[in-house]
């Protein structure tokens, strides 16, 4: 199925059908109350095709008149660069972080409300990839993801010159730097900084590496 809804299918806007929705395109719908519930809408992107046998339990009464089947989708938008911004923004509300978004899905969507959590990061060195959901109006999930650089406030160690293999280290040859580096926002990672650092200085060091 294509991105665009097809142009031969009702549209409806909400996770159930009501009559009204139909009665544009099946005139026997106008005669009935227009907010009869019809059932659930088409899940997503998904579409549906009704049987005229079908259609007429909808309405209650024979078949005459009815099409031999009818299409009805979901409404289907884009969703624009700002409700993205807006999510992740809520996703880090109360912690010290910097998010640039670079890269989020630009296909049609139904209407909903994007969802993020900080377990959904995929931590990158630059660019990290956060899957989400997006919560339709019927509490069903749709996956979703975006490409962002996340960077915490942070000290890391860095090498200040060569150190020669098997040699004792100095403190003269690490210095710690403050700043800006990829990380989860709200997680302390110091500790697993320190542990990876000195991980890193053992296995280069090593006189049997």
């Known amino acids: 199925m294509g991105a665009a809804m097809a142009a031969d299918c009702v549209v409806v806007d909400g996770a159930r059908m009501h009559a009204g929705e139909l009665a544009a395109r099946v005139a026997p719908f106008e005669a009935i109350d227009p907010q009869r519930d019809l059932g659930p809408a088409p899940f997503g992107a ?92 019927d509490k069903q999930t749709i996956p979703v993801w975006v490409r962002a650089a996340i960077r915490v406030p942070a000290k890391r160690w860095n090498v200040t010159g060569p150190i020669q293999a098997g040699s004792r280290i100095a403190e003269s040859d690490v210095a710690q730097e403050s700043g800006w580096f990829a990380g989860v926002p709200c997680h302390h990672t110091e500790r697993s900084e320190e542990r990876r650092v000195g991980k890193e200085c053992r296995s280069r060091w090593s006189p049997y590496h």
């Open 46 to 137: 998904m579409v549906r095709i009704y049987s005229k046998t079908q259609l007429a339990e909808m309405l209650g009464h024979g078949a005459e008149s009815l099409p031999e089947t009818l299409c009805v989708e979901r409404r289907r938008e884009p969703i624009p660069e700002s409700k993205w911004r807006e999510a992740l923004e809520r996703a880090i509300s109360g912690c010290d972080a910097q998010i640039e978004l670079r890269e989020f899905p630009k296909h049609q969507f139904p209407i909903g409300e994007l969802q993020f959590a900080k377990t959904g990061i995929v931590l990158g060195a630059t660019t990290s990839l956060w899957r989400g959901s997006l919560l339709l109006p």
